[in-house]
């Protein structure tokens, strides 16, 4: 099937097209040294030299929303629920093949033993629009490692492949992305074959062939919850929850309610497992009471865990829990190990 060839140039015009259309605009943008999705930034800032510092993720599970409302008059407290609120259509437009496979892995989280209206409505107004990766974009990532690449597909709507530093070659993936194919014909250059992808998807595979396959943990935690590895990995861990918070997959939130006189609102907040504080009992009991047990716990729900519940490794390899550690405490480096020890029958 061929697919139509643009002038890479011409990306942030399209992205304008599209914020012109009425729809909200997420995009990466260059913030001092760094890069980060930004809603409602200038097309023309658009930065697709490499992975964003944050994920896409707070822009469907916010870091924190309101879900009631109370009010007492007198000895009388009335509730009301909160509804989401009306993001309208949306549109990611560069975001990295990691971060949109991360949205198939937590949709059945959020459609379990109950539908989070909050998430789903985000997610049905949500179109992705996903930038390839030529080669790695980092030296932390790990795609391969959990069964995706640098130019998967998963989550997106609609694929854009940098043949080169001029050219792009666009694939509309689903229905969703169909619908923006007028904001991108207007500036297509002809078509590319599908055979000319193929040295471009051989081109980032081979920038990872050095990752190793997570194909044999889940086994391994599953026998080795009692291990020398946590205390020896994970001791230096300061459990500032850099990882999770960066993270596209981690979801964990805390139910807090805050009033101010005689109105207050029922808030989900972002929370983190790394935190000392995230399963202390009322009673002072804390069973997960040092760092390493946390971290383990981390470990598990992606690796064993999630999988075993909903089949899907919670984990698109990212690499930014690698890259941003304050500690250099590796992700990656921890469940390598783990797959050798499998290997090795350890």
């Not at 800032?45 to 409302?69: A, G, H, Q, V, W």
């Not at 078509?191 to 000319?196: F, G, I, K, R, S």
């Not at 300061?238 to 029922?266: A, K, M, N, W």
Request: charge should be neutral; charged fraction near 25%; proline fraction near 5%.
């Amino acid at each position: 099937m061929p697919y139509l060839k643009m002038d890479s140039a011409d990306l942030p015009k399209v992205a304008r097209k599209l914020a012109a259309s009425g729809a909200r605009l997420v995009l990466p943008v260059r913030e001092g040294d760094e890069r980060f999705y930004r809603e409602g930034a200038d097309p023309d800032s658009l930065d697709l030299t490499t992975i964003p510092k944050n994920s896409i993720k707070e822009f469907l599970f916010p870091k924190t929303e309101k879900i009631l409302r109370y009010q007492y008059r007198g000895k009388d407290v009335t509730v009301e629920d909160v509804p989401p609120a009306a993001a309208g259509r949306t549109v990611i437009f560069g975001a990295r093949p990691c971060d949109a496979a991360s949205l198939p892995v937590v949709e059945p989280l959020w459609n379990w033993d109950y539908k989070d209206e909050f998430f789903n409505a985000r997610r049905g107004a949500t179109v992705v629009v996903t930038y390839a990766c030529r080669t790695a974009p980092d030296e932390a990532c790990f795609c391969v490692s959990v069964g995706l690449g640098p130019s998967s597909d998963q989550g997106s709507d609609v694929l854009l492949f940098p043949l080169d530093e001029t050219v792009v070659a666009v694939r509309f993936v689903t229905a969703a992305g169909r619908e923006l194919e007028s904001a991108f014909a207007e500036f297509g250059k002809g078509e590319v074959a599908e055979e000319a992808l193929e040295a471009f998807r051989k081109t980032g595979e081979a920038s990872l062939a050095h990752r190793k396959k997570f194909d044999r943990v889940q086994g391994w935690l599953e026998a080795h919850f009692e291990d020398r590895l946590w205390e020896e990995k994970a001791f230096r861990c300061v459990g500032c929850g850099t990882c999770t918070f960066l993270c596209p997959t981690c979801h964990c939130f805390d139910i807090q309610d805050e009033s101010c006189f005689d109105v207050g609102y029922r808030l989900k907040n972002w929370d983190a497992c790394q935190f000392s504080l995230f399963t202390l009992h009322t009673s002072g009991h804390n069973p997960r009471d040092t760092q390493p047990k946390r971290y383990r716990q981390r470990i598990y729900h992606k690796y064993a865990i999630y999988p075993q519940k909903f089949g899907k490794i919670l984990c698109t390899g990212c690499g930014r829990c690698v890259a941003h550690c304050p500690v250099n405490l590796s992700l990656y480096d921890v469940v390598a190990t783990a797959q050798e020890r499998a290997e090795r029958g350890d």
